[in-house]
């Protein structure tokens, strides 16, 4: 059972009055999908046999929720159970939220332009028939910087120094000492049946999205280069390395303000029209100084496009974790995933633990969020009395089941911002 908290009677003190920057609604999503109770039957055609390997050992009933809400079967004639009601305080912290009217227009819950067909504009376009080489001619014309010729190749590590699911990083150097990050999209990414040009064309479109980003809050992109043969993204090499490695060697930062840093970063993305779509604690980097720098823009959405790529078809990149249930049931990835996401992210700078950290299988988890269960409160991060409380009911908003009841991220940049200053104070 979640435990819940009462609305401190202070908490409307630390939200700022509304304006007219903001609207009440956001339309274009589709109405909740309730979820069937567990013990419930599933569908006629649903066989416990066929379940993915993955969820092997999990009860028949979690994995008929999780198959019924990916649609892994079309038979919906099921009957279905009742969601979980939203505690009293939860609910009167969304009223308020309503009546603050804090959703801006600009900032609406619809995906951003995806890129344009090349029959409707004159943009160059990117396919997966084009050479490694032909692609970074298109990425120089439109602006990236060709650092092929810079790269002091004797100086890069033979083996990749961080792995991920979706790339590898060599540490490195410019021939003027410049230490470099060297990124390669992995070709693990070949389990969704991908040729080797199509993961070159994945590659030229995280380079293109990065490079219209310039914000002290986001990791720099250097330039491209053609390594190995393949596509290269060129970054400052960062010694700190990922956010849970620099909390573990920096047990005693200051967390409230590598959260307020990382919601001024995702601020400035969606401000400008766009979509990160992947953000958690190992997409953002910390500097020498301590600034956090967000990352890995695989699957950020720019609002406007002027170089065209082809359209791909593959499987959904997304940390089950940080993905609300929307993103989960197959929608797309839009400013309040990236809220959800946030909130999540924050939870993890706070406590130093992944986001229900207690639960090892992914589809447990991912069982939870679609029920609409959020993380239970935290013995440790989170500050006791009415400051704890204002901050947890703002994570919880972050994680509100529908996505038009969340918080846009202005708004919880500036609450991180209130509740840090009030904490210093009371200290």
């Known amino acids: 059972m979640v435990q819940t908290y009462s609305l401190p009677p202070t908490i409307k003190e630390c939200i700022p009055s509304a304006s007219s920057r903001y609207d009440d609604k956001h339309a274009g999503y589709p109405k909740k999908r309730q979820i069937p109770a567990i013990g419930e039957p599933g569908?006629?055609?649903?066989?416990?046999?066929?379940?993915?390997?993955?969820?092997?050992?999990?009860?028949?009933?979690?994995?008929?929720?999780?198959?019924?809400?990916?649609?892994?079967?079309?038979?919906?004639?099921?009957?279905?159970?009742?969601?979980?009601?939203?505690?009293?305080?939860?609910?009167?912290?969304?009223?308020?939220?309503?009546?603050?009217?804090?959703?801006?227009?600009?900032?609406?819950?619809?995906?951003?332009?995806?890129?344009?067909?090349?029959?409707?504009?004159?943009?160059?376009?990117?396919?997966?028939?084009?050479?490694?080489?032909?692609?970074?001619?298109?990425?120089?014309?439109?602006?990236?910087?060709?650092?092929?010729?810079?790269?002091?190749?004797?100086?890069?590590?033979?083996?990749?120094?961080?792995?991920?699911?979706?790339?590898?990083?060599?540490?490195?150097?410019?021939?003027?000492?410049?230490?470099?990050?060297?990124?390669?999209?992995?070709?693990?990414?070949?389990?969704?049946?991908?040729?080797?040009?199509?993961?070159?064309?994945?590659?030229?479109?995280?380079?293109?999205?990065?490079?219209?980003?310039?914000?002290?809050?986001?990791?720099?992109?250097?330039?491209?280069?053609?390594?190995?043969?393949?596509?290269?993204?060129?970054?400052?090499?960062?010694?700190?390395?990922?956010?849970?490695?620099?909390?573990?060697?920096?047990?005693?930062?200051?967390?409230?303000?590598?959260?307020y840093q990382v919601a001024n970063s995702l601020a400035y993305l969606h401000l400008s029209g766009t979509v990160h779509g992947d953000v958690k604690g190992s997409n953002i980097l910390v500097s020498a100084n301590g600034t956090t720098k967000l990352t890995d823009f695989g699957t950020t959405k720019l609002q406007d496009y002027t170089l065209n790529f082809t359209a791909t078809t593959s499987g959904s990149g997304f940390s089950t974790r940080y993905t609300p249930p929307e993103v989960l049931k197959g929608g797309p990835q839009t400013t309040g995933s990236d809220v959800f996401a946030l909130g999540m992210t924050i939870l993890e700078i706070l406590t130093g633990e992944l986001p229900y950290g207690h639960i090892k299988n992914e589809a447990c988890v991912m069982c939870n969020i679609l029920l609409g269960q959020p993380p239970s409160r935290p013995d440790k991060g989170?500050?006791?009395?009415?400051?704890?409380?204002?901050?947890?009911?703002?994570?919880?908003?972050?994680?509100?089941?529908?996505?038009?009841?969340?918080?846009?991220?202005?708004?919880?940049?500036?609450?991180?911002?209130a509740i840090s200053s009030e904490a210093a104070l009371s200290n």
């Open 43 to 259: 569908p006629s055609g649903w066989q416990e046999d066929s379940r993915p390997e993955s969820l092997v050992g999990l009860p028949s009933e979690i994995i008929f929720m999780i198959a019924r809400s990916l649609g892994w079967f079309t038979n919906t004639n099921t009957s279905v159970g009742s969601n979980r009601d939203s505690s009293g305080s939860l609910q009167a912290y969304r009223e308020y939220l309503e009546e603050r009217s804090l959703f801006r227009k600009s900032l609406g819950r619809t995906p951003y332009d995806k890129p344009r067909g090349c029959k409707d504009v004159d943009y160059p376009q990117i396919s997966s028939t084009m050479s490694t080489g032909e692609i970074l001619r298109c990425l120089v014309n439109r602006g990236s910087r060709n650092l092929t010729e810079e790269l002091d190749l004797e100086s890069v590590s033979q083996e990749p120094l961080c792995r991920g699911g979706f790339g590898m990083v060599y540490k490195g150097k410019l021939r003027d000492g410049t230490p470099i990050a060297i990124k390669l999209l992995s070709e693990n990414v070949n389990e969704w049946g991908e040729s080797r040009r199509k993961i070159e064309k994945r590659a030229a479109r995280e380079c293109y999205v990065w490079s219209k980003l310039q914000h002290p809050g986001v990791h720099k992109l250097l330039g491209v280069a053609q390594f190995r043969g393949r596509i290269a993204m060129i970054s400052p090499w960062m010694e700190s390395g990922s956010l849970p490695m620099y909390l573990f060697q920096h047990p005693k930062a200051d967390r409230l303000d590598l959260a």
């Open 382 to 417: 989170i500050f006791k009395g009415a400051i704890g409380d204002k901050l947890w009911l703002l994570l919880m908003a972050c994680w509100a089941t529908e996505p038009g009841d969340r918080p846009d991220v202005v708004f919880v940049r500036d609450q991180l911002e």
